[in-house]
């Protein structure tokens, strides 16, 4: 495995153990709040309230549109190989195969990668902010 996949796959490793530990406190947070508010919630819990439904929206909008982007790139990158291969099989006629195999491996590391950031630049700053908010 090359160190540039290698290094890839441990930041998506380290992003995914960040946003591990960060969601579960934020959703401790908002329910602990949502418990203690209970039907009367006041403005400050209403508005965190209605800031959490639209972050989730939001959220789920930039993941999808990163993912979807860096798929695009990956395909583009993907036909541009194999059209090569076809135009001139006698530049690498018994590395094809693997080259492709190690383009699907980045492409795959780049999509989760793309699609992880979204979600985790919100999750950890969710925590840190909520971590300095008092409950009540």
Known sequence: MSYRRTRKS?????QAAELAVAVPQVIAHRVTRMAIAGLSPS???RKEFHRMGTEKVTAFNEVWYAMA???FRANQQLALSFMQSLWFPWASP???FRKASKQLSNAALGIAGKSMAPAHRRAVANAKRLGRTKLR
Do not use: N, Y
């Not at 441990?10 to 380290?14: G, S, T, V």
């Open 94 to 96: 018994k590395t094809s």
């Open 10 to 14: 441990m930041q998506l490793a380290a």
């Open 43 to 45: 403005a400050r819990d």
């Open 69 to 71: 982007l860096q798929a």
